[in-house]
C-alpha cells in the first residue's frame, strides 16, 4: 500500500546489511519512520512494544526473529531459546507461534551452514504468502460487499471496522481492509466508519492513516458511538481481523469487538471477520483456554499527541491514585459472526464451518 505515493510492506529483509526493516508504527500517524532492527533482542522488544504489531505482521516478524537469532551461530539450544521468547513476546496472536514452529521445521532440515540462509528464504516465503492470502480475503470479500452494495442502489455503502486489521498489521493489503481496497478499486461506492479503538487507538492513528493514503473515504469514531449509529441505518456491514480463531469458531480479536458484534446481531448487521488461516488455533475449541494479554495501565492513564509546535507529548489524563485494568483482547462467540473471511473462501463460524476449512487446508 502507499504512503505519500510511494509503495511498501511492513517489514522487508535487506541482503546487503542482513538487518531487518520495519515500519515503527508506534510513530504514526504523526512521523514516518523506517527503523532497523539486527538483533533477536531488537525484534522482541519491536514485538512488546508494539512498533510492528497484528497477527499476521507478528507472524512475520518472529519468522525472521528466527533468523536473527542464527546469524552468528544455530545450535538447538539458541533456536529453542528464540523460539520461547518470541512466542512469549505476546501471547494472544497465535500467528507467532505458528511461524516459529514453521521456521524451526524448516531449520531442522538444513546444515548449520546454511541455516540462516535458509531461514530468511523461509520468512520471505511467509510472508509473501501472507501477502497472497490478504489478496485472497479481498476478492472473496469484495464479493461479499459487492451483494451487500447492490441492494442498495448506487447509496453510499457504510462499513465499520473496530481497531487495526489493515496493511499495517500484516505484510501489505490487510485482512479487513483487503475486501475494501478491492471494492474501492472496483469503483463501489463506500465510506468506512473507523472505531478510535482506546486505549492504543489503533484505528484512528493507523486505519484511517492508511485509508487517507488510499483516498478510500472514512471517519473516526469513539468505540461507544457505533451502537447509534447502527439503530440509524448508518452502518450496513461490519468487518473486523481476529488475532486468532479457534477450532469451534469463536474470535479472539482487540477489545471490544464483543461489544460491536452484539450491536451488530441486535440490529441485524452484517458482521464478518477476515483472517488467513495462518490465524486459526486448529487445536484449541475453548476461548478460556486462550491467553488473554493483559497490557500495562500506563496505556489508559497516559495518551500521547502532538501539540500546537508540532512536538510529540505524552500526558496523564487519569487520577493518580486511581488503578486501572487493561485487558488487550476479547472474545466474540461465533453465533454473533455471520462468516470467516479466509484466503480459502468465506466459512462459517462453528465447528462445522472450521472443519469444512480444515479440509481444504
Ligand atoms: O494489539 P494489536 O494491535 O496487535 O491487535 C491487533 C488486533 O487486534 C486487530 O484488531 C486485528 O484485527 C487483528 S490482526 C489483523
Known amino acids: 500500500m502507499k504512503v505519500n505515493g510511494k509503495t511498501y510492506k511492513t517489514i522487508w529483509y535487506d541482503e546487503k546489511e542482513r538487518t531487518i526493516n520495519i515500519i515503527d508504527q508506534t510513530k504514526l500517524p504523526h512521523n514516518f519512520v523506517v527503523k532497523k532492527i539486527s538483533s533477536l533482542d531488537e525484534i522482541i522488544y519491536a514485538i512488546k512494544n508494539m512498533e510492528v504489531r497484528g497477527a499476521p505482521l507478528l507472524g ?11 546469524k552468528k551461530n544455530s545450535t538447538d539450544e539458541i533456536i529453542d531459546d528464540a523460539a520461547k521468547k518470541l512466542i512469549n513476546s505476546r501471547p494472544t496472536a497465535i500467528n507467532i ?27 520471505n516465503k511467509i510472508c509473501d504468502d501472507d501477502i497472497a492470502s490478504c489478496q485472497s480475503i479481498g476478492s472473496y470479500g469484495y464479493e461479499l460487499i459487492k451483494d451487500i452494495s447492490d441492494n442498495k442502489k448506487n447509496k453510499s455503502l457504510n462499513i465499520l471496522t473496530h481497531c487495526n486489521a489493515g496493511w499495517l498489521a500484516t505484510i501489505d493489503w490487510g485482512t479487513a481492509t483487503a475486501p475494501i481496497y478491492y ?36 471517519t473516526i469514531i469513539t468505540d461507544n458511538a457505533g451502537g447509534l449509529l447502527m439503530q440509524q441505518g448508518q452502518i450496513d456491514l461490519c468487518i473486523t481481523g481476529a488475532d486468532r480463531i479457534i477450532s469451534d469458531g469463536s474470535v479472539i480479536n482487540k477489545i471490544g469487538t464483543y461489544l460491536k458484534a452484539l450491536a451488530a446481531h441486535a440490529n441485524n448487521i452484517p458482521f464478518y471477520v477476515a483472517v488467513p488461516t495462518s490465524s486459526i488455533d486448529w487445536d484449541t475449541n475453548n476461548a478460556n483456554e486462550v491467553p488473554i494479554e493483559e497490557r500495562s495501565g500506563d496505556e489508559l492513564s497516559n495518551i500521547t499527541g502532538v501539540d500546537n509546535k508540532g512536538e510529540i507529548k505524552k500526558i496523564r489524563i487519569y487520577p493518580k491514585e486511581s488503578s486501572t485494568l487493561n485487558p488487550a483482547f476479547d472474545i466474540t462467540p461465533g453465533k454473533l459472526v455471520t462468516g470467516i473471511i479466509t484466503e480459502k473462501g468465506v466459512f462459517n463460524a462453528s465447528e462445522q464451518g472450521l472443519k469444512q476449512l480444515k479440509t481444504i487446508s
Open 183 to 218: 471494492a474501492n478499486k472496483r469503483g463501489l461506492n463506500l465510506h468506512v466508519w473507523v472505531d478510535e479503538t482506546r486505549p492504543r487507538n489503533q484505528g484512528s492513528s493507523l486505519t484511517s492513516y492508511e485509508f487517507n493514503h488510499e483516498n478510500i473515504a472514512n
Open 97 to 123: 507461534s505458528w511461524a516459529v514452529e514453521k521456521i524451526k521445521s524448516e531449520l531442522a532440515e538444513v546444515s548449520n551452514e546454511q541455516k540462516f540462509s535458509h531461514g530468511i528464504k523461509v520468512a
Open 60 to 70: 512475520g516478524a518472529a519468522a525472521y526473529g528466527m533468523c536473527l537469532a542464527i
